[in-house]
């Protein structure tokens, strides 16, 4: 993209600065759709989101935290998704409901996966007197267009044969220090600053609606030159359009500089808290760590963000506390005690510091 980016510069092509690709791949209604049904909100989350929408091989979800089950089941409620294990006796019968029937179906434990589903996998479909069939290992069975499989495990470790990931779509939602950032960002927000969330929520959502509006400016145009005929300079209505248009884009674009001068108050503001961010990627980072000094040192993110949680809320330091640089600096300290004090109740005497 740099590259793509620089020829342009030496080309003298006008171009967007900030272009992120999930803004481009996504609608703002949609993100905050996948916010609302327990999608964390960081980069990573939104582009996974974006390939479970999008994706051409059925997905294979690497899903640690066990996030992912509950979010897919809030995108699917409306279809009824079907939740089931590779080490669940039952999982061929509804495997088959699936496919007749055309609901979506998560199956769990991804990393004991049947060599039943291959033809699923390779979409091996036969149509007969039109019937589209497909063979579920020794029957043939009546194939939905509507059906949707998604393959997960919390394994991040698990390792697949060659053909398993030639033929999925690997989607990681393994946690990484900047998505957690992130995410521990957004929940001090919704915590302390629930007036800046808010204001920050309805500015991305009011950007994306102009994005799509110009991008509808735009089509518009492209649909007027199509249809012109002879001479463009002698077409009323092409000129027409074009003042038209002129006047609607240069009003949208006014309002995105608007937003842009606001949106860029609340990240000030917003990067106040970047130190409580940080601090919960480096607690973390020592937990994942532990397991190097005894085997039976696991700590998931679950476990972290309980302990996060309970310093945001319910914390008795922060019960008469006013100023927010203040509070800030209490959850900073009381973070870092709080997990220190957990963790150590499972540790052995010689692995704590005392």
């Excluded at 509006?213 to 492209?222: A, G, I, P």
């Excluded at 937003?259 to 990240?267: L, N, P, Q, S």
Aim: glycine residues 4%.
């Amino acid at each position: 993209m740099e590259d793509w980016l620089h020829q342009l510069h030496l080309s003298g092509v006008q171009y967007k600065q900030h272009n992120p690709v999930t803004e481009y791949l996504s609608t703002a209604d949609e993100r905050l759709g996948w916010q609302e049904n327990s999608l964390p909100v960081d980069d990573l989350c939104t582009e996974n989101a974006i390939i479970l929408k999008r994706f051409n091989r059925y997905p294979l979800i690497i899903d640690p935290s066990g996030r992912v089950t509950e979010f897919l089941q809030k995108e699917s409620k409306d279809r009824r998704l079907t939740v089931t294990s590779f080490l669940d006796d039952s999982f061929t019968k509804q495997l088959e409901s699936s496919l007749r029937f055309g609901n979506p179906i998560l199956i769990q434990d991804a990393e004991h996966l049947d060599p039943i589903l291959n033809q699923v996998l390779n979409k091996e479909y036969q149509k007969t007197g039109g019937r589209v069939l497909i063979q579920l290992g020794k029957q043939q069975i009546d194939f939905s267009p509507a059906f949707k499989i998604y393959l997960s495990t919390r394994d991040p470790s698990a390792t697949f044969p060659p053909d398993i990931c030639s033929r999925t779509t690997f989607v990681n939602f393994t946690v990484t220090q900047s998505s957690l950032q992130t995410q521990s960002l957004n929940e001090v927000l919704k915590s302390e600053r629930p007036d800046v969330d808010e204001r920050r929520s309805n500015l991305i959502k009011l950007q994306g609606e102009f994005t799509v509006h110009l991008r509808q400016l735009e089509k518009r145009l492209l649909q007027a030159l199509n249809e012109s005929r002879g001479n463009i300079l002698d077409d009323d209505n092409v000129i027409e359009t074009l003042e038209t248009l002129k006047t609607e884009a240069a009003e949208i674009s006014a309002k995105i500089s608007s937003t842009e001068g606001v949106m860029a108050e609340v990240d000030e503001i917003t990067q106040q808290y970047s130190i409580i961010a940080r601090s919960c990627s480096t607690v973390f980072a020592v937990l994942e760590q532990l397991h190097y000094l005894n085997h039976f040192y696991q700590f998931s993110l679950q476990y972290f963000l309980d302990i996060f949680h309970s310093v945001l809320r319910g914390n008795p330091n922060l019960a008469n506390e006013k100023d927010h640089n203040v509070r800030r600096d209490i959850i900073v300290k009381d973070l870092f005690v709080s997990a220190f004090k957990r963790t150590a109740l499972g540790l052995l005497q010689r692995d704590r510091i005392t």
